[in-house]
């Protein structure tokens, strides 16, 4: 799992999109390292609060 992780990097988590569809992507590969445990819990729910 930890190759994975590095390969997706911590940061995106936090990231904001320029464009809608910038956003968008973001939050598809971000759900997706949460839904299998990539991401830690705190990572996720930072995604959510700046996602909304």
Avoid: F, S, W
């Avoid at 936090?14 to 390292?33: C, F, L, N, P, S």
């Amino acid at each position: 799992m930890n190759d994975i992780r590095r390969a997706l990097g911590t940061a995106l988590p936090g990231t904001r999109g320029a464009t809608a569809a910038d956003q968008e992507a973001i939050d598809d590969t971000v759900a997706g390292g949460c839904g299998v445990g990539i991401y830690k819990p705190a990572e996720c729910r930072r995604h959510d609060a700046v996602e909304r």
